[in-house]
């Protein structure tokens, strides 16, 4: 038996093709697998690039008996000639026509085993997965996906570096300002009693670069929420973040497109649509119930109440004097729903506020439905009329306030939607949602706060509101969503002195407040700055969507987990005493 010895890898495993056939070859990786057929032992090599079968034949005595001794996860190195398989070729393998006749192999280490297999498919516990992540990111699905964001790097690094932009870091230590989400604090030793934050975002740093003249900015930045936690959140996140000058919406769509086509591209081979959609805010909460539409499901939320004229049924009478509205939606083919199936809707609608939700069924011998009798036979032809419903069609009917009616109406398409178009579910519909509101009310204390955040511009046509009618104002904010869920969003900055302190003012933030948080960015601003916007994508969440991920866990390589833990590393932790006394700290508990 000859021994693998100082030997350089020529090859990865997943490369090895049919042109292949002949070379001597030398790889290295993980056994996937060793079986022991009798007459010959076969071993599934494995490597970042794949996997390629090896064999062996008992006419070397000693290679042989080494290679029956191979478990599972050890590393080893081989040398061989690269053979066809001839009919035994695995037509679901990448190296299926071809596998590796063994000559020399090297054990490199040992592997215990392992608390769960290394295979595409595991019913391992999560919490098992990340105490042993570096296990976990041996399995093909994360490698695919961990791949598939380093390749988003360098495609949206190559993309902006085109198109002008420059890469430009800005601090991760940086002062706090506890706005939004509670920030990551980090104090100081050199200045006992003081605090440093992690930044939720670079947001002044890239616009004070705009006032800094470098009109064309970009970072894949990381950023810091201390936040519960979900599947779509983690307190360390990454954006693709950028910021120009001199421009209008359009101009900053057109770049961020551009970036999610190269990536829809590169990681999907797929084409972007041109043009992108566009939906203002109160259209998309209007006919889908949501500010981030999923637009692969065809069901619009419609006026009812032109169809009822005339009715005397109570509900919907009762409604319209109160101010109230009716809304409804068509599904396709929704007629065959079970009378238990139509019951669990209600259920649906429950966290909403509302006891359920009306149903008319048309079927072959006519419609159907609890409140049919209620409605005369005009209005039950103007229902379907107005819905465009057709036998086999249902319609779902909601009364109340607008805005739990509408919400709950997109809650329903969202729980339909994927059963009655299920066809449509593997597609990718982009839209931007632009023009929402400026300013949101705290549902506790009814303060004005920003929808996105204070830095953000209102439309030109409602400044005039901003004294008397402020939740009348709209930003010039815009949204990226695929396929109902937002990829990313941006805004024409404020760049006028004025309009930014009226802005802080609406939110309760007076102008000593302003001046202790922002001083700096206000202080810049008193230089000339540009007219300037900007927008943020995660770079999680893109690629966890266009890879098919259900979690950004998915594409991270080191994620934590609902309660901002790392179970491999464990922490966060406690430290020494003498490093709290260095910091001038102590914990109470």
């Not at 769960?116 to 994360?142: C, G, K, N, Q, S």
Request: hydrophobic share 40%; charged share 25%; aromatic share 8%.
């Amino acid at each position: 038996m000859r021994f693998v010895n100082e030997i350089a890898r020529t090859h990865r495993c997943g490369d090895l093709r049919a042109a292949d056939i002949g070379k001597k070859v030398a790889l290295m990786g993980w056994v996937q697998q060793q079986r022991d057929l009798g007459g010959q032992i076969f071993v599934a090599l494995r490597d970042v690039a794949g996997i390629v079968q090896l064999r062996f034949i008992p006419e070397d005595e000693a290679l042989y008996a080494a290679a029956k001794a191979l478990r599972s996860e050890w590393v080893i190195g081989i040398e061989g000639t690269v053979e066809g398989r001839g009919g035994n070729a695995n037509k679901n393998m990448a190296t299926g026509e071809v596998e590796v006749a063994v000559t020399a192999l090297e054990v490199m280490s040992k592997s215990d085993p392992v608390p769960f297999p290394i295979e595409e498919e595991v019913d391992a516990h999560e919490d098992t997965r990340l105490r042993y992540r570096y296990l976990d990111l041996r399995r093909p699905p994360l490698q695919r996906r961990i791949l598939a964001r380093a390749k988003a790097n360098f495609l949206t690094r190559e993309y902006l570096n085109a198109k002008g932009f420059l890469e430009i870091e800005t601090p991760i230590l940086v002062n706090s300002t506890p706005e939004g989400a509670r920030d990551y604090l980090v104090p100081s030793r050199v200045q006992p009693g003081t605090f440093y934050a992690l930044p939720q975002s670079p947001q002044t740093f890239k616009q004070i670069l705009m006032v800094s003249g470098f009109d064309r900015y970009f970072q894949i930045a990381r950023c810091f929420r201390d936040e519960d936690l979900r599947a779509d959140r983690q307190p360390e996140f990454t954006q693709i973040d950028l910021e120009m000058s001199f421009i209008k919406e359009d101009d900053i769509m057109e770049v961020a497109e551009g970036i999610m086509g190269t990536l829809l591209k590169g990681l999907c081979d797929k084409e972007m649509p041109n043009p992108v959609p566009r939906m203002t805010w109160q259209d998309a909460m209007d006919f889908y119930g949501s500010d981030r539409p999923d637009l692969r499901f065809p069901m619009r939320i419609f006026d009812v109440a032109p169809a009822v004229v005339g009715s005397e049924f109570k509900v919907f009478t009762d409604t319209l004097a109160s101010g109230g509205v009716l809304r409804g939606m068509r599904v396709d083919g929704g007629a065959r729903l079970s009378r238990k199936d139509l019951d669990g809707l209600n259920e649906a609608v429950a966290r909403f506020g509302f006891k359920g939700v009306l149903w008319f069924k048309w079927e072959a011998d006519g419609v159907k439905g609890p409140a049919t009798k209620f409605l005369t036979p005009a209005n039950l032809d103007l229902l379907k009329a107005t819905a465009s419903a057709n036998e086999g069609d249902l319609v779902l009917v909601m009364a109340g306030e607008w805005a739990p009616v509408v919400s709950a109406l997109g809650h329903l398409r969202l729980v339909l939607g994927p059963q009655f178009y299920a066809d449509r579910l593997n597609t990718f519909e982009f839209l931007w949602v632009h023009r929402f509101p400026m300013f949101d009310r705290d549902a506790e204390t009814g303060r004005l706060m920003a929808m996105h955040h204070p830095f953000t511009q209102p439309a030109p046509e409602d400044y005039h509101l901003l004294d008397s009618n402020p939740t009348a104002v709209r930003a010039r904010a815009y949204d990226l969503v695929l396929n109902g869920t937002e990829l990313g969003g941006g805004s024409i900055r404020i760049h006028d002195s004025e309009m930014q302190a009226k802005v802080f003012e609406a939110i309760g933030i007076n102008r000593e407040a302003a001046e202790r948080k922002f001083g700096y960015m206000l202080d810049a601003f008193r230089f000339g700055p540009p007219p300037h916007g900007g927008l943020a994508f995660g770079m999680d969440r893109v690629v966890m969507m266009l890879t098919g991920g259900t979690s950004i866990r998915d594409v991270i390589a080191f994620p934590k987990t609902a309660r901002a833990s790392c179970l491999m590393t464990n922490s966060p932790s406690e430290v020494e005493d003498s490093q709290l006394k260095e910091l001038h700290l102590n914990i109470t508990k």
